[in-house]
């Protein structure tokens, strides 16, 4: 015999998902995808033989390094690909190092990828200075002046804008500083490829392909020609002694196509989200004892964070994540080390309870007011399970 309708459990249905981490990966772009699977079919061959497979792979690799370069604005060869946007970073930097009496001049919010080469350069006997930041997280032009002045042979690694923050730095004024100076720039422009314009004056320049919409495993790593660079390693026969190993021609082909079709629509993508960005810094305004992060104006369009006193942000991450929303938290505490973010630490903010939304390109008004609300919920019921503070 059969249940009767009325008479079945209901089976509980997961709630709908809502992606709020563009930041740390932009879902994968409809084009990359196609891109991806014909590229498959047509560019899995090696690159640097003479037969008819190995040529049109070429034409390919080729057509991604010029689609690449022009959003990048340099030359086509001054563009490699790399196996991730970290190993573009460690590639470029160190490369930068060429000599231990080079100092590295570095902002305290710069991605991990840039304070491990730091690392290793002293570990080489070399000097590096880190560069404050303001509170709101926009470096300190003071310091880097001053730390400029201090002596000859200087590389100086800013980000274009920080992903935890949203802060985007003065990059003109970083620009002529280095000028001036006659510094070579590093500049990760991992928040910026595809959403706002390069900065000027670089020298070298990374960059991930997942952060734009394209596939993991793709970085890119540009150097301009003239600039005092020299690979660090064991150089390769491969087409580019930058980035040893075969080349993984489709997914360089379908990170490019991404790139392409993500920049053909970023300042209308950016006004909109902007839009977006500021109705909800407004809602999480409201919540009490919360401090945003990030300047008010120059900041990117599609992140908003904030801290929330009397609250661990990997819990409001975990109970986010059980309503359906996926969100970052700046934190980043682990099991291994139990220590705040470096950036948030930098700027001086509340380092735990802190959470970072950024919207992906998709992201709609009625998703993020369905967030605030679960938000303000989740804080309250966190903290009352504190009991009267």
């Known amino acids: 015999m059969t249940d009767a309708p009325g008479d079945r459990p209901e089976t509980p249905t997961a709630p709908v998902r809502t992606y709020l981490d563009a930041g740390s990966s932009e879902p994968l772009r409809p084009v990359a995808r196609e891109t991806l ?14 037969h008819s497979e190995a040529r049109r792979a070429r034409m390919m690799y080729d057509n991604a390094r010029e689609v690449v370069a022009a959003e990048l604005g340099c030359r086509a060869d001054e563009v490699s690909f790399t196996s991730s946007g970290t190993a573009a970073v460690h590639t470029g930097l160190s490369g930068l190092l060429r000599r231990r009496e080079v100092r590295l001049l570095h902002s305290a919010v710069e991605h991990s990828s ?11 006997g070399g000097e590096c200075v880190p560069l404050d930041v303001r509170r709101d997280g926009r470096l300190d032009l003071a310091a880097l002046t001053e730390a400029l002045s201090a002596g000859p042979d200087g590389v100086v690694a800013v980000q274009a804008a920080n992903l935890e923050s949203g802060a985007i730095h003065p990059l003109e004024e970083v620009a002529a500083a280095c000028a001036d100076a006659g510094a070579g ?21 990374a960059a991930s392909a997942h952060k734009w919409g394209g596939p993991a495993g793709v970085g ?16 390769d026969e491969r087409l580019d002694p930058r980035s040893p190993g075969y080349e993984n021609v489709p997914a ?4 490019a196509a991404a790139l392409q079709d ?26 009490p004892d919360v401090e945003l992060i990030g300047p008010p104006q120059h900041r990117l369009a599609h992140v908003v964070a904030a801290s929330f006193l009397f609250v ?30 470096h950036v948030l630490a930098a700027m001086g903010v ?4 802190n959470v970072r939304v950024s919207l992906p390109v998709d992201a709609a008004e009625a998703e993020l007011d369905a967030f605030a609300d679960a938000l303000t919920e989740v804080v309250a019921q966190v903290r009352a399970r504190l009991g009267p503070l």
């Open 262 to 287: 993500m920049a053909a629509d970023a300042a209308a993508r950016a006004k909109r989200q902007r839009v977006l960005a500021d109705r909800l810094r407004d809602r999480i305004a409201a919540i």
């Open 37 to 50: 699977l014909a590229a498959l079919d047509q560019g899995w061959a090696d690159p640097l033989r003479l």
């Open 350 to 353: 509340l380092t735990h309870g």
């Open 185 to 205: 720039w590093f500049v990760d422009a991992a928040a910026v490829v595809g959403r706002a314009p390069m900065p000027p004056g670089w020298s070298v320049a």
């Open 312 to 341: 661990d942000g990997e819990v409001l991450v975990t109970e986010l994540d059980r309503r359906g929303f996926a969100v970052a938290s700046g934190s980043a505490c682990t099991a291994s080390s139990l220590e705040p973010s």
């Open 114 to 124: 840039v304070l491990h080469v730091a690392q290793a350069h002293v570990s080489d």
């Open 220 to 235: 890119v790593l540009a150097v301009r020609r003239g600039v005092r660079w020299r690979p660090r390693g064991i150089a």
């Open 252 to 255: 360089i082909l379908a990170a």
